[in-house]
């Protein structure tokens, strides 16, 4: 009912930036939080950062300062701008929405994933 396609990932040196986005379509009515986890090799997945549909925002420790997350409400898009990268970013990194359906559900949704290495 509700697809999440991220792109923008890559190779990227340390101190380098990367720019994330994440469409979302389907039977969309309205969408609350969205958000960007990330996925390191043999660690759990863990908040990156979120927005509301408000967009206030929320970041993790370790990103703050460096990150920045934004959203298009026409586009049902999320976009993270990321600066300052450093080796330990190197994670898939994952949107997450929490929709409203077109049958009234609440449905939170994730996309694939994609892949940033920050590496020399």
């Known amino acids: 009912q509700v697809q999440l396609v991220e792109s923008g990932g890559g190779l990227v040196q340390p101190g380098g930036s990367l720019r994330l986005s994440c469409a979302a379509s389907?039977?969309?009515?309205?969408?609350?939080?969205m958000g960007w986890y990330r996925q390191a090799p043999g660690k759990e997945r863990e908040l990156v950062a979120a927005?509301?549909?408000?967009?206030?925002?929320n970041y993790a420790d370790p990103v703050k300062g460096r990150f920045t997350i934004s959203r298009d409400g026409a586009k049902n898009t999320v976009y993270l701008q990321m600066n300052s990268l450093k080796p330990e970013d190197t994670a898939v990194y994952y949107c997450?929405?929490?929709?409203?359906?077109?049958?009234?559900?609440?449905?939170?949704?994730w996309g694939q994933g994609t892949l940033v290495t920050v590496s020399s």
């Open positions: 997450n929405a929490d929709t409203i359906v077109l049958s009234g559900r609440r449905l939170g949704v």
């Open positions: 389907g039977n969309i009515v309205s969408i609350n939080v």
């Open positions: 927005i509301g549909s408000g967009s206030a925002t």
